[in-house]
Nanobody
């Protein structure tokens, strides 16, 4: 089982990026998928999740700016990030939920390797 997150990069404040998460050996539509991020010196924090139904939940810090979606035919989950701010700078991870609180990283079992997002001011 392998998850891969990609699409990060350097963007100016106010810009947009779309991250993708693909999987091998795993059907993502069978899982609640989460996105997390980790900035240097900080703990990994919840960004958002998407349920099987397609409904979503987001951290307050990204609500209204970030959107999670999934394309089951492509076995891919996306994180569309708009109106980016310097404080969004972090390594972003996708993960499959296993059990427990959806906002807790410990509730997720498979993780991608992360993709760096840097927002310049």
């Amino acid at each position: 089982v392998q998850l891969q997150a990609y699409g990060g990069g350097l963007v100016q404040a106010g810009g947009s990026l779309r991250l993708s998460c693909t999987a091998s050996g795993l059907t993502l539509s069978s899982y609640v998928m989460g996105w997390f991020r980790q900035a240097p010196g900080k703990e990994r924090e919840f960004v958002g999740r998407i349920r099987w139904s397609g409904s979503t939940d987001y951290a307050d810090s990204v609500k209204g700016r970030f959107t999670i979606s999934r394309d089951n035919a492509k076995n891919t989950v996306y994180l569309q990030m708009n109106s980016l701010k310097p404080e969004d700078t972090a390594v972003y991870y996708c993960a499959t939920h296993y059990s427990g609180a959806y906002y807790s990283a410990s509730s997720y079992i498979y993780w991608g390797q992360g993709t760096q997002v840097t927002v310049s001011s």
